[in-house]
């Protein structure tokens, strides 16, 4: 039975929105590319392997200093 604040009570596990899915973490309705691939430069085309937990756009491209994009 709800509270009258509307909580309820606690739910084993967690609480609203903290299961389990194949959601990505942006909340999409895909997972992410994975932990392999490549991170390449726009500007001047350098090509780095993809490290897991290091998204490319946060990467700078040591040539050039440009933004690294992930290759599909």
């Known amino acids: ?13 967690g609480g609203m929105g903290q299961g389990r899915g194949g959601r990505g ?6 997972p992410g590319f994975g932990a392999g691939g ?3 430069c726009p500007n001047c ?8 937990g290091f998204p490319c756009n946060r990467q700078d491209c040591p040539e050039c200093g ?4 992930r290759e599909d």
Do not use: E, I, S, W
């Open 38 to 40: 490549y991170c390449v």
């Open 1 to 13: 039975m709800p509270f009258k604040d509307g909580t309820g009570p606690r739910r084993p596990g």
């Open 66 to 69: 440009t933004k690294m994009v």
């Open 45 to 52: 085309g350098l090509k780095m392997l993809h490290k897991a």
């Open 25 to 30: 973490r942006m909340g999409g309705n895909r």
